[in-house]
């Protein structure tokens, strides 16, 4: 039975496609109470007081908290601690204490019967805000006096890099350099975040659903933050629409409703709503760079000079410093580069704070470099792709390891061809006729442009992942990953991998995640790890579990297990007998006193864990063609393809839907949206009406994908290497570098997004 | 936010300028506005916005902070907040009479500051309900000071009546077009208060020759030109 590299149809669209999934906002408890979180109107200010009075008064309101009542509880911490530097003082509180940071920063919660009701209370609390200075430009971060005494402007500064930069520098003969910006702008998933929290107050158990992406971690966290047995809090599973990187994070409001919940012995769920989507979960993107390259003669690369102005908003979140240094360490790409030096601050600022958002660091970073490589070429009056194919890393040069490290792993890039990929990717997209049509496109008001961009990914990130099967004696076969479903296919990918190994069908699976009862450990689904780490320990319990049923297999049928042969759940005796026992039967034996007879355990199951020390690094390469109206500067995306190679497609469907869906990701943030404050930091987005995500309107009809397998990871058994991110990685490059060719300066885009107001400044230029 | 202002005014600049500070008369003009009273320096007063089938309420005070009675230059500060919710707005509102034939221009600069809710919605309609709250505002004062007989100094109005309300308020729902958005209310309330502060001063006969926001409002329109007052 082969279902590793087969597009079977989705497990999860069963129930999703009929409407019988259940996402947080489908769960109620009787006796639940509403939560609505106070939020702060100014960004920057020092809270004089606050009183409750009349909104407690109003009928129907159970409670009202403030900061007062949470000011024992630590900060909520990174998730990823990935510098050593003490950045305590940069952390966000549960609630604010004695300043606001940010326009919706929780300053206080309402807690009543009814939705509308706890709305319309939490409007009554009075705020006493002393209005402060705001920060919110990331440069002007480092010289600007700190605004408040006990948070510094600047979290910490990351410095990497290897080789003799000066020299190199010392020996170019082209410097190429520019300043790029990158806009604001985040995963804004369909669901926005929602929590309900169920205390037994006779058991002293509190029951979670709405935690995502990293149920274990946030329960973990919750545990350590409140006080409470890790062992007494159930996260339960919920549908998750959308994660993107931003959802499933542990927020205030993930303590916020539980502990209060707690604390009034009652049920309370809190689902946010638009609004205070758009003004509290993780922004991200916002980057400034002032980039260099030293470049020789004949267009090699000699070294890389960067400095970093990177916009965390007003606290460090859960993901700490993973942003900035992503996008450092990621900045030489997939090109030889034999010296290089970052200089990154991370810099606080008076708006929403920041996180990851897919592909994380790299967008950013891709974009710099791959406008610088452009404008290089121009300088150096070489075509684009001649001067990216020649620095390219080669076959010969792998693996190619970098003095560095990223998220905490030693940087080795495993295997690959990119020169090879980038060849494939251009025949591939027929991109000579790509060529041909952009010359011979009539001249009627229109400009056109081709943009390449060719980009490294990372994914896999371990330490471990687990895993766990169950069989029971019905023949349904439970497993249990320590992964989470954010709409990605993890249940039907996970059920590919242990169908493959077991033989059996995929229906004879129930994929169980995000369930903290039955699966007691796990890292997450986050960094393109699930299908690297996660199916990797799927194939390790599954194949502890064929092992298994061999053996009991072969004790019920009374002879060794190398007389005996596993087909499909079965076990049949070699030779002429035909005697067998099917899976059914197995599993009815494990009973606890047939198991105990044997001397084995009861049940009919198996564990399996899987560890990795380095990430696996993925690569691609983008190509846009755009059409630009030169009277109104609006651009449009004509073309698309994007080439990624991703080690092995467990089911190429999903990677290619990945791709697909990352490209209109990584278009909103080239071309749209992006998260605007006013110059006293209020922010100005907060809707669809202002945040213009992509709709089907604006997604290219063309776009084409090529999945190659030619690098199969070598780190993990099933050779496969992340999926989730690549479709993302180079489009705000590919689209701003197709914008600068129909313009026809390589120095026309400097900043994403690029917008029509900025293209006809240029053109008037 | 800065919104400039200039009018026309047939009385000399002295007696304009004390006009202007006269601010008791000039607030029946806001539509929807009231002074309740003062509180030492401060004046105090609501105004109510009624947007469709929300209204929305809110307090302030304005004050005069500096004056310059041989410049004929004024300075003044006001703020208001939502009665029920987190908006705020501020105000510093700089006023100037120069002669100008027969009669006197007025200048006013309105540096308006508006936080919660009601600036976080809707990039570019904030400057837009300001413009057609003053024009409304205009009118009135007009009417007001001059009586039925209308224009004595000779110029036309050219703005349309803008609908109202039983009540005197503007109804911004019919006006801003977005009658979906229940949340534009507090907007319309809060920029609303501005408008008063800034138009406090529009007393006498008002003759809206130019309404301009500084260049980074979207939609603004010409700027005043180089008589701009500053």
């Known amino acids: ?37 106070v939020r702060s109107p100014l960004a920057h200010a020092r809270v004089r007081g606050l009183d409750t009075a009349r909104a407690a008064a109003l009928p129907g309101v159970t409670a009202v908290f403030t900061g007062e009542d949470v000011r024992h509880i630590d900060r909520i911490p990174q998730r990823l601690k990935l510098t050593d530097d003490d950045v305590s003082s940069s952390l966000q509180p549960v609630m604010a204490q004695k300043y606001v940071r940010y326009v919706g920063e929780p300053v206080a919660v309402v807690i009543g019967e009814d939705p509308c009701l706890v709305e319309d209370a939490a409007e009554l609390v009075d705020l006493d805000l002393e209005q402060l200075p705001v920060l919110l430009d990331a440069r002007e971060a480092t010289a600007a006096p700190a605004t408040q005494p006990d948070v510094p402007n600047i979290a910490t500064t990351l410095h990497v890099g290897y080789g003799d930069v000066e020299a190199a520098f010392a020996a170019a003969d082209h410097i190429v350099s520019n300043e790029f910006r990158i806009g604001r702008h985040s ?13 037994d107050v006779g058991r002293r158990t509190l029951d979670i659903w709405g935690y995502t992406k990293v149920p274990h971690f946030n329960r973990r966290l919750l545990a350590e933050l409140a006080e409470i047995p890790e062992v007494s809090i159930r996260v339960h599973n919920v549908d998750a629409g959308g994660g993107f990187g931003i959802r499933g994070e542990f927020y205030p409001e993930d303590f916020l409703v539980p502990f209060f919940a707690q604390r009034l012995g009652r049920p309370v769920k809190w689902i946010e709503d638009r609004v205070e989507h758009m003004m509290s979960a993780n922004q991200s993107r916002e980057q400034i760079y002032e980039l260099e390259l030293a470049i020789d003669a004949s267009g090699e690369i000699l070294g890389m000079r960067c400095e970093m102005w990177h916009d965390n908003g007003a606290y460090l ?51 710099a470099r791959e406008r610088l490589l452009d404008m290089a070429a121009q300088e150096l009056g070489m075509d684009p792709i001649e001067l990216r194919a020649i620095n390219l890393l080669r076959t010969d040069e792998m693996p190619h390891g970098r003095a560095m490290s990223a998220l905490g792993t030693d940087m080795v890039l495993d295997a ?11 025949e591939a997209s027929d991109f000579a006729d790509w060529k041909r049509t952009v010359e011979t496109a009539p001249h009627d008001g229109k400009l056109y442009g081709l943009g390449i961009a060719c980009f490294l990914e990372k994914s896999g990130l371990g330490p ?13 076969v439970r497993l249990i990953v320590g992964g989470t479903s954010l709409g990605q296919g993890i249940e039907t990918v996970m059920a590919q991998v242990a169908g493959e190994t077991l033989e059996l069908d995929l229906n004879c699976f129930e994929v169980v995640h995000t369930d903290t009862e039955h699966s007691r450990d796990g890292m997450g689904s986050w960094a393109s790890r699930s299908s690297v780490v996660g199916g990797s320990a799927v194939l390790v319990a599954a194949q502890k579990l064929k092992r298994t049923i061999t053996e009991i297999g072969a004790e019920l049928l009374r002879c060794e297990p190398d007389e005996v042969e596993y087909t499909g759940g079965e076990v049949h005796r070699r030779g002429r007998s035909r005697k067998h026992v099917t899976l059914q039967q197995i599993a009815t034996a494990c009973d606890p006193v047939s198991s105990a007879r044997r001397g084995r355990e009861a049940g009919l199951r198996s564990t399996g864990i899987f560890e990795v020390q380095h990430m696996t690094y993925p690569y691609g390469v983008h190509l846009a063609m755009v059409e630009i109206d030169a009277e109104t500067g609006g651009v449009r995306v004509l073309r698309y393809f994007v080439g990624y190679e991703v080690g092995r497609a467990i089911n190429p469907k999903l990677v290619e839907g990945q791709i697909r869906g990352g490209i209109a990701q990584g278009l909103g943030g080239a071309l749209y949206e992006v998260f605007a404050y006013d110059a006293q930091g209020q922010p100005l987005s907060t809707t669809f009406m202002d945040y213009l995500l992509v709709t089907a309107s604006e997604t290219p009809v063309d776009v084409g994908v090529l999945i190659t397998e030619d690098a199969p990871a070598p780190d993990n058994p099933l050779g496969v290497r992340g999926a989730g991110e690549g479709g993302t990685t180079a489009a705000g490059a590919a689209i701003a570098n197709a914008v600068a060719d129909a313009i026809g300066r390589a120095d026309a885009v400097s900043e994403l997004p690029v917008t029509p107001a900025s293209i006809r400044a240029t053109l008037r230029t | 936010m800065l919104l400039k202002n200039d009018f026309s005014l047939p009385l000399p600049p002295e007696s304009a300028f004390g006009a202007l500070l006269d601010l008791e008369r000039v607030a029946a003009c806001m539509p929807g506005a009231q002074l309740s009273g003062t509180s030492g320096d401060d004046y105090l007063g609501t105004i109510q916005l009624k947007v469709g089938p929300i209204k929305a309420s809110y307090e302030g005070t304005v004050r005069i902070a500096e004056t310059d009675a041989a ?20 105000a510093s509102i700089r006023a100037g009479v120069t002669a100008e034939g027969n009669g006197s221009r007025v200048r006013i600069e309105t540096d308006l500051n508006v936080q919660g809710r009601a600036a976080q919605f809707g990039r570019g309609v904030l400057g837009e309900v300001t413009q057609r709250i003053i024009e409304q505002f205009a009118q009135n004062l007009e009417a007001e000071l001059l009586g039925p007989a ?14 109202a309300t039983d009540n005197g308020s503007l109804d911004a729902w019919q006006v801003i077009v977005l009658p979906q958005l229940k949340k534009s209310a507090p907007q319309i309330a809060v920029t609303a208060i501005g408008v008063l502060i800034g138009m406090l001063l529009g007393r006498a006969t008002c003759r809206r020759r130019h309404g301009t926001r500084d260049a980074s409002g979207h939609g603004a329109r010409a700027a005043a030109g180089p008589d701009r007052w500053s």
């Open chain 1, 187 to 199: 995963g804004v998933p369909l669901e926005t975040r929602g929590v309900l929290a169920v205390p």
């Open chain 1, 1 to 37: 039975m082969v279902y590793i590299g087969e597009s079977v149809g989705r497990l999860e669209d069963s129930r999703l496609l009929k409407g019988v999934g259940r996402f947080v906002d489908d769960v109620d408890a009787p006796g639940q109470l509403w939560l609505r979180v």
């Open chain 1, 317 to 367: 979140r859960t993901h700490g410093v993973t942003v900035p240094q992503l996008a450092a360490t990621m900045l030489p790409g997939p090109y030889r580069i034999p010296a290089f030096d970052a200089h990154v601050h991370v810099a606080l600022t008076n708006k929403c704070p920041a996180g990851t958002y897919r592909s994380p660091g790299r967008y950013e970073g891709t974009f």
């Open chain 2, 150 to 163: 209308g224009s004595a100094a000779g110029e036309q109005v050219t703005t349309a009546p803008e609908p």
């Open chain 2, 71 to 90: 410049g004929l230059k004024a300075v003044l500060q006001a703020t208001g907040r939502e009665v029920d919710g987190h908006g705020s707005a501020e």
């Open chain 1, 416 to 426: 690959g061809d990119y020169q090879g990929l980038l060849k494939r990717t251009l």
């Open chain 1, 464 to 476: 471990y992942e687990t895993a766990a099967l169950e069989v029971d004696p019905s023949g349904r």
